[in-house]
Nanobody, 125 residues
Framework: VQLQASGGGSVQAGGSLRLSCVAS????????FGWFRQSVGKEREFVAA????????YYADSVKGRFTISRDNNKNTVYLQISNLRPGDTAVYYC???????????????????WGQGTQVTVSS
């Protein structure tokens, strides 16, 4: 299983990026996908998740209204549209996939089975 994240870069505050995560998973639509981020000296934190089988989306409070997670089951791809970026959003962003994640566990990194390599997002003021 491979998760390949891409789309990161360096932008100025207020800018936007779209991150992508391509997953080599069978029955892609059944999987729950999450985006997490980790900045220097901090623990990995939850950003957004999209449950499988037509499930709903979840967001960290710090990104609600600015970030949007979506998925294209035909392309085995999950996206994270990040807008109105702030310097505090600077981090390595990781995508992750989990097969049996209950609603109360979507924000926990330990719930996910597979992880991508991460893509760097740097926001300058």
């Amino acid at each position: 299983v491979q998760l390949q994240a891409s789309g990161g870069g360096s932008v100025q505050a207020g800018g936007s990026l779209r991150l992508s995560c391509v997953a080599s998973l069978q029955t892609f639509s059944r999987w729950t996908f999450g985006w997490f981020r980790q900045s220097v000296g901090k623990e990995r934190e939850f950003v957004a998740a999209y449950r499988g089988n037509g499930g709903t989306t979840y967001y960290a409070d710090s990104v609600k209204g600015r970030f949007t997670i979506s998925r294209d089951n035909n392309k085995n791809t999950v996206y994270l549209q990040i807008s109105n970026l702030r310097p505090g959003d600077t981090a390595v962003y990781y995508c992750a996939a989990g097969s049996r994640i209950i609603v109360t566990s979507v924000r926990s990194a330990a719930s996910y089975d597979y992880w991508g390599q991460g893509t760097q997002v740097t926001v300058s003021s």
